[in-house]
């Protein structure tokens, strides 16, 4: 079964407002967790690194402050796109580091954004 | 950024022919991982290869590495249908966990 889920699935929204993604780690901690952009037939592109109870860590060129991340507690990361624009709309994937080994890892199913 | 590239882009095949993929990347690697990912979901670890590794069989998954080169392969063999996905290939450098994304081939195992 699942061992990361995200919450929604899809969502559609209008220009200007904010939509909040969830991560979570079923049945075991994740103290990292990864926020990833997927655009329509291309690769994963990394965004941030989650870190709980600390700040986020942003890749180059990702505006943190329009993508905001908050890792509140060991099971669960949020990414919060904040005035969301029609070029935001993409496929977010959050995934973490597998339990057993650390050096793989387990990536949600994906929500899809569309913004209006 | 991305790490390297994969090739093909795009590949079709019939059912039980072997695939192969290949990928490149850039920088030194503590690891060179694949995942496939189906049509709209999240993507599912086939397997790692260690830099000190050359060759790792898993199934009908083959993979090898050419550290010299910068160089991957991923060989699925007796391909079929349920095979049809988008198979990325990924470096980690060090021992973050993060991971660095290929750009990826969109394999089609025709019945």
């Known amino acids: 079964g699942a061992v990361v889920s995200q919450h929604p699935s899809r969502v559609i929204c209008k220009s200007g407002t904010s939509v909040k993604i969830e991560c979570r780690s079923l049945?075991?901690?994740?103290?990292?967790m990864f926020w990833y952009r997927q655009f329509p037939k291309q690769s994963l592109m990394l965004m941030a690194t989650?870190?709980?109870?600390?700040?986020?860590?942003?890749e180059q060129g990702v505006e943190k402050d329009k993508f905001l991340i908050n890792h509140a507690s060991l099971t669960l990361s949020t990414l919060t796109v904040t005035s969301a624009h029609p070029e935001d709309s993409s496929f977010y994937i959050c995934?973490?580091?597998?339990?057993?080994?650390?050096?793989?890892?387990?990536f949600g199913p994906g929500t899809r954004l569309l913004v209006l | 950024s991305q790490q390297g590239e994969e090739d093909p882009q795009a590949l079709s095949i019939q059912e039980g022919e072997n695939a192969t993929m290949n990928c490149s990347y850039k920088t030194s690697i503590n690891n060179l991982q694949w995942y496939r990912q189906n049509s709209g979901r999240g993507l599912v670890h086939l397997i790692l290869i260690r830099s000190n590794e050359r060759e790792k069989h898993s199934g009908r998954l083959r993979v090898t590495l050419d550290t010299s080169k910068k160089s991957s392969s991923l060989l699925i063999t007796a391909s079929r249908a349920a095979d049809t996905a988008s198979y990325f290939c990924a470096t980690a450098e060090d021992s973050s966990y993060k991971l660095i994304f290929g750009s990826g081939t969109r394999l089609l195992v025709r019945p």
């Open positions: 989650s870190n709980e109870g600390s700040k986020a860590t942003y």
């Open positions: 049945d075991f901690q994740a103290t990292t």
């Open positions: 995934s973490a580091p597998t339990h057993g080994s650390q050096e793989t890892q387990y």
